[in-house]
């Protein structure tokens, strides 16, 4: 917005002496929304990023909320809990379409095809919507979520919605119980290429800009999966706009190798269109999210000598004595 000239300068100072300064930014917003979308308007930096979200009143949660994602997990507070059953994933081959968003690239599951997500922390049955991409300009800055202050290269997640009781992913978002992401963290390695994943760091060149789209075949997602779903669990927030507090989060324990030209490819991607090429999408992070008191729950049985299930029943004991 150009506000630099004479007589703009000279509105703008006569709106800020009427109004107030905070008024006239909510104005100014307001005018620059209106010509487009807040869909469109959100980023990962400046005046639209993560700490100004709350801008829109129908984001609210992501200033106020008390569930929100993505977390720093203390691998020392993790508790282990035997009750969490393995995940079953159902189905494997999924096509559907690879979209810039400018903000992140996303893949777009065919509603005609189906892998679903059942049992572990799950009480419905979750069928894939989406797959999304995090990453960062360089190695060891491209997570969301980090476990012990360290983040990795990459996160891909895979987010599904309750198909139980819901027709399709947006009708499930903001609703108790709607959504699971399956997050799968991704580590570069220099001799590899993870072939599965190549189907879609391959097509880079065809969604360079915001907004380009293209197909993609027949992924297989238990090949992107790895064999041994251990896992950790919490409740929380979708990481981008309305930051909807929805979604089990189930974050496996074992990273995925890419090699380090694929996570090159998409390190190329634009957030804008060709007016600006200068502005890539790397780095579309969301910054960690206070725990508020929850506890993020572990099927990776680390050997626990004395199960914790005995210990609390002995304090519960102990109190009803004292009582
Ligand atoms: C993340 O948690 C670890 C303890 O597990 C702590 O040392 C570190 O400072 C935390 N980092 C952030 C960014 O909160
Ligand atoms: C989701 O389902 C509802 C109700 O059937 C429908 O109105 C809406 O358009 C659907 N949304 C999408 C994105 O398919
Ligand atoms: C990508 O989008 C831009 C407009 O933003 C367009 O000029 C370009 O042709 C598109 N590329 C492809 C491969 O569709």
């Given at each position: 917005m150009e506000l630099t000239t004479t007589a703009n300068g000279f509105v703008l100072f006569s709106l800020i002496t009427l109004f107030g300064i905070h008024k006239v930014l909510w104005i100014l917003l307001d005018i620059s929304v209106c010509l487009g979308q807040w869909s469109d308007w959100?980023?990962?930096?400046?005046?639209?990023g993560p700490s100004n979200?709350?801008?829109?009143?129908?984001?609210i949660l992501c200033s106020e909320?008390?569930?929100?994602?993505p977390i720093n997990i203390s691998a020392e507070s993790l508790l282990f809990d035997p009750g969490l059953k393995n995940i079953i994933v159902t189905g494997n081959k999924v096509s559907g379409k690879l979209t810039n968003l400018g903000n992140d690239v996303t893949f777009f599951v065919s509603s005609t095809d189906s892998v679903s997500f059942s049992l572990g922390p799950l009480p419905y049955v979750y069928k894939l919507s989406q797959m999304k991409f995090h990453f960062g300009r360089?190695?060891?800055?491209?997570?969301e979520h980090s476990i012990d202050g360290k983040q990795f290269d990459a996160e891909v997640h895979l987010m599904a919605y309750n198909s139980d009781l819901f027709k399709n992913y947006s009708m499930a978002?903001?609703?108790?119980?709607g959504l699971t992401i399956i997050c799968l963290f991704i580590k570069t390695s220099r001799?590899?290429?993870?072939t599965e994943l190549s189907k879609i760091t391959n097509m880079v060149s065809k969604i360079q800009f915001r907004g380009n789209t293209t197909d993609i075949d027949e992924i297989s997602i238990q090949s992107i999966?790895?064999?041994?779903l251990q896992y950790m669990t919490y409740e929380g927030s979708?990481?981008?706009?309305?930051?909807?507090?929805?979604v089990t989060w189930i974050l496996l324990n074992k990273p995925a190798f890419v090699g380090e030209h694929q996570l090159n490819a998409l390190r190329?991607?634009?957030?804008?269109?060709?007016?600006?090429?200068?502005?890539?999408?790397?780095?579309?992070v969301r910054p960690i999210q206070p725990l508020h008191r929850r506890t993020v729950r572990t099927?990776?049985?680390?050997?626990?000598?004395?199960p914790i299930k005995r210990e609390i029943q002995y304090m519960v004991n102990k109190n009803i004595i004292k009582q």
């Open positions: 959100w980023t990962y930096t400046g005046f639209s979200w709350r801008i829109n009143k129908d984001w909320g008390k569930l929100q994602s360089k190695d060891g800055m491209g997570t978002e903001r609703a108790p119980r001799d590899t290429t993870h999966l790895p064999a041994n979708v990481t981008q706009p309305g930051c909807y507090e929805t190329t991607l634009r957030m804008d269109t060709p007016d600006h090429p200068q502005l890539f999408m790397f780095d579309n099927n990776i049985n680390t050997n626990i000598k004395c």
